[in-house]
Nanobody, 127 residues
Framework: QVQLVESGGGSVQSGGSLTLSCEAS??????????FGWFRQAPGNSSEGVAA???????NYADSVKGRFTISRDNVKNMLYLQINGLKPEDTAMYYC???????????????????WGQGTRVTVSS
């Protein structure tokens, strides 16, 4: 059974950096064959896909985070990361990692394309 566990969230000041991690288990040797994504949801807002990475390492980002967010994966450790630089108050949200059971990610970063989710890690950015 696939499990995704996020960590690394916290409270930071505007301009700071965080690295979120997502530990994946239950894949056996198949981890490298799947697309993973990061999503966030701020209070009162709908979920927003912010980054995705496919099995070949090709990445995709939402326009709102390009240049500040970097998604990466370690196929040996079955880990997914999201490096966030230049944090802004509007980055405050719960951040979730998600799995798409396909080697390649879809063109957009849509929640409906992902079937497994972690429990989330909270990021709070103060001005």
């Amino acid at each position: 059974q696939v499990q995704l566990v996020e960590s690394g969230g916290g409270s930071v000041q505007s301009g700071g950096s965080l690295t979120l991690s997502c530990e994946a288990s239950g894949f056996g040797y198949d981890y490298k064959n799947y697309c993973f994504g990061w999503f966030r949801q701020a209070p009162g807002n709908s979920s927003e896909g912010v980054a995705a990475i496919d099995g070949d390492g090709t990445t995709n980002y939402a326009d709102s985070v390009k240049g500040r967010f970097t998604i990466s994966r370690d196929n040996v450790k079955n880990m997914l990361y999201l490096q966030i630089n230049g944090l802004k108050p509007e980055d405050t949200a719960m951040y979730y990692c998600a799995l798409r059971r396909n080697r390649y990610c879809a063109a957009g970063i849509r929640a409906t394309d992902f079937g497994s989710w972690g429990q989330g890690t909270r990021v709070t950015v103060s001005s």
